[in-house]
Nanobody, 120 residues
Framework: QLQLVESGGGLVQPGGSLVLSCAAS????????IGWFRQAPGKERERVSC????????NYADSVKGRFTISRDNAKNTVYLQMNNLKPEDTAVYYC?????????????WGKGTLVTVSS
């Protein structure tokens, strides 16, 4: 069984930066596409970003494009989300998820989330 654990969340001011990490155990990540999702209170879960198993393809929600960067280090079995120029509307619980289909449209394994709060 693949387990995913997110870390790196916290409180930051608008315009600040955070790096989230998704560490895997139980299986290696090299054949999984990995996505970052987020859910704010009272809102639907939304797909933030996805990276292919090789790292050769990435995609982003329009709301974060140009500000967030997804990357992976398969040797460390870890995926990252670099978040820059954070806005209050980025406040949410962030989850990483893994699946074997493209574009992270079907994800079978989920972490428990890490909270990001953007506030002055």
């Amino acid at each position: 069984q693949l387990q995913l654990v997110e870390s790196g969340g916290g409180l930051v001011q608008p315009g600040g930066s955070l790096v989230l990490s998704c560490a895997a155990s139980g299986r290696t990540l090299d054949h999984f596409a990995i996505g970052w999702f987020r859910q704010a209170p009272g809102k639907e879960r939304e797909r933030v970003s996805c990276i292919s198993n090789s790292g050769g393809s990435t995609n982003y929600a329009d709301s974060v494009k140009g500000r967030f960067t997804i990357s992976r280090d398969n040797a460390k079995n870890t995926v990252y989300l670099q978040m820059n120029n954070l806005k209050p509307e980025d406040t949410a619980v962030y989850y990483c998820a893994a699946g074997t289909l493209p574009l992270c449209l079907l994800t079978n394994y989920w972490g428990k989330g890490t909270l990001v709060t953007v506030s002055s």
